[in-house]
T-cell receptor, first 112, second 110 residues
């Protein structure tokens, strides 16, 4: 089954404790992206990648890092999480040139 | 001002009613997505369209590129249609990036 797999689904952590949210897709998509979703603000892009070793900032990159060492994986790293990063996070992938997005199931992160 | 605006923000309906959700955008686009997000949080793509009309079951999506407007219709609505519906566009300036509306929350009561 074609899918984007995110883990974990839920995470509660403390301020400053580094964490990684994993994202993996099995569709050989070139484009992968991370979003955060906050009430009233909709989905905002954090980082994206157009291929292996090619990453770029989205609209709200501060406090986040990503890597794309393999085509299928695109982890999101929070080196020092803060409470304002409490949010619902989505990973998505698509073929290039607007081929249609597939979203992961989401990760609800709470930073206390 | 957001580049993608949806209306209404919230919508309640009785089962069986015909539902319309609107999306207007201010940029040139190559295509538009309608997405559905259920209370559990997951996001599913319903339609991607660049012209005309698409139909899937009780869902119909239309787009008017000249007027920069799209509508999502649900016929014979059902409580399981309760979800947030999100409009997202591929802008011509960056054909891989989606710009999202803030969503329309639909509740259908039995």
């Amino acid at each position: 089954e074609a899918q984007v797999t995110q883990n974990p689904r839920y995470l509660i952590t403390v301020t400053g404790k580094k964490l990684t949210v994993t994202c993996s897709q099995n569709m050989n998509h070139e484009y992968m992206s991370w979003y955060r979703q906050d009430p009233g603000l909709g989905l905002r892009q954090i980082y994206y990648s157009m291929n292996v070793e090619v990453t770029d900032k989205g609209d709200v990159p501060e406090g986040y890092k990503v890597s794309r060492k393999e085509k299928r994986n695109f982890p999101l790293i929070l080196e020092s999480p803060s409470p304002n990063q409490t949010s619902l996070y989505f990973c998505a992938s698509s073929p290039l040139m607007g081929g249609g997005y597939t979203f992961g199931s989401g990760t609800r992160l709470t930073v206390v | 001002k957001n580049e993608v605006e949806q209306s209404p923000q919230n919508l309640t309906a009785q089962e069986g009613e015909f539902i319309t959700i609107n999306c207007s955008y201010s940029v040139g686009i190559s295509a538009l997505h309608w997405l559905q997000q259920h209370p559990g949080g997951g996001i599913v793509s319903l339609f991607m369209l660049s012209s005309g009309k698409k139909k899937h079951g009780r869902l119909i999506a239309t787009i008017n590129i000249q007027e920069k407007h799209s509508s999502l219709h649900i016929t014979a609505s059902h409580p399981r249609d309760s979800a947030v519906y999100i409009c997202a566009v591929y802008p011509n300036r960056d054909t891989d990036k989606l710009i999202f509306g803030t969503g329309t929350r639909l509740q259908v009561f039995p």
